[in-house]
């Protein structure tokens, strides 16, 4: 039976680098689900909880106790949700990271709507004209000769609407133009959503893997509903186990990573790149970013294009003097570079990211 009881929707506005942070509060305050929407044009983060109606009251609360310590079907009231909330950020605060506007909002959602609306968050996303990725529930067609990769939401990362996936979606794109550019690696590959898309794209061999069995299981699910299952491997394995001398060397490798790991990888990283193939590294913050393009370069890369977005900075590394992709789009790659470069040097002054990595590796 259908039931038509109001919910109350709690939601803080917050940074990529905090959201993660203010995800376990909202859980650890309310003992509900969480859900994280980043929005790509505001670069905003939104995280979300939402409570039976029966479950919050208007008034103060009955006692001075932590809403955190209680059980988990006990009533909270509005106001003291409120105060937990804004004294969690301050304590996020306190620990260094920037947790933008914090703004708390507590609103009564009618059922029907909160169980459609966050629908709405996840919009289909082009690719120039080469590649469509869109929720099952979207109408939107493809173009004529649009590759279409259909991905709803799961507990796997990647469904093309993160700047760092985005990034390496476009790449996928460009390097698919090019004909001799074929074989593709997936390092961390989530929902699957690079190795289905370049399957789809014409590459191939594509192999993929992730370190979570779980999430390898959703990207063989994923590659299996787009019908692409019989093109990709996807295995589980670990970054930073790969030989240091393989087999097969790749074309195109995109690691989506946490720095740390592509800092850990970095010579097995490197090792299954083919001499004139490209590597795409995302999942940096700006603030690490000249670092990790120094530890890459140690390594025999060369830098050939780099975007800013938000706090997050991806690059794309050839082997110095086999760069297929300059070669390809050269004015797109200066533009990148010189563009950015201004901004990342403000952004290596303002963080102490490249310290911080600095000590890591030494
Ligand atoms: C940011 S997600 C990237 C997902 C997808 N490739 C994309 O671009 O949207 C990073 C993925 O790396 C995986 N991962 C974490 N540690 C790993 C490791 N040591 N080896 C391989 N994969 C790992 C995570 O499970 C996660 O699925």
Not at 72 to 90: K, P, Y
Not at 107 to 117: G, M, Q, Y
Not at 129 to 139: D, E, G, H, R, V
Not at 320 to 343: F, M, P, T, V
Request: with cysteine.
């Amino acid at each position: 039976m259908k039931t038509t009881e109001s919910l109350w929707r709690v939601s803080v506005i917050t940074t990529p680098e905090a959201e993660d942070a203010v995800a376990e509060l909202l859980g650890a305050t309310l003992h509900q689900p969480v859900s994280t929407w980043f929005n790509l044009e505001t670069g905003v983060s939104t995280v979300t909880a939402y409570l039976p109606q029966k479950l919050m009251t208007l008034g103060a609360p009955a006692s001075r106790r932590r809403i955190s310590s209680a059980p988990v079907r006990r009533r909270h009231s509005q106001e003291q949700v409120r105060r937990e909330i804004l004294e969690g950020l301050s304590r996020i605060k306190q620990c260094g990271l920037k947790i933008g506007s914090g703004k708390v909002t507590i609103a009564k959602v009618r059922r029907e709507d909160w169980a459609e609306s966050w629908k709405r968050h996840f919009k289909p996303i082009e690719i120039g004209n080469a590649l469509l990725i869109k929720p099952s529930w979207s109408k939107k067609r493809p173009r004529k000769n649009q590759a279409v990769v259909i991905l709803d939401p799961g507990l796997s990362f990647g469904t093309g609407q993160h700047p760092t996936t985005a990034f390496c979606l476009r790449e996928l794109v460009r390097g698919g133009e090019i004909k001799t550019c074929r074989s593709f690696l997936d390092m961390g590959t989530g929902s699957g959503i690079l190795a289905i898309a370049a399957a789809k794209l014409g590459y191939s061999p594509v192999h993929a893997f992730d370190f979570d069995p779980e999430a390898v299981r959703v990207a063989r699910a994923n590659a299996r509903a787009n019908g692409v299952h019989k093109k990709l491997r996807i295995v589980r394995r670990d970054v930073t186990k790969l030989p240091i001398h393989p087999v097969r060397q790749y074309d195109l490798i995109c690691a989506n990573l946490i720095s740390t790991l592509l800092i850990a990888g970095r010579r097995r990283i490197v090792a299954q790149l083919h001499r004139g193939g490209t590597l795409v590294l995302a999942g940096i913050l700006r603030s690490e970013f000249s670092q990790m393009q120094k530890i890459f370069e140690e390594l025999g890369l060369k830098l050939a294009a780099r975007k800013v977005e938000n706090e997050w900075c991806s690059g794309l590394f050839c082997f110095a003097e086999e760069n297929i992709w300059k070669n390809l789009n050269d004015k797109h790659c200066d533009w990148s570079y010189n563009q950015e470069r201004k901004q990342s040097a403000a952004a290596d002054k303002e963080g102490c990211g490249a310290a911080k990595l600095r000590n890591m590796i030494t």
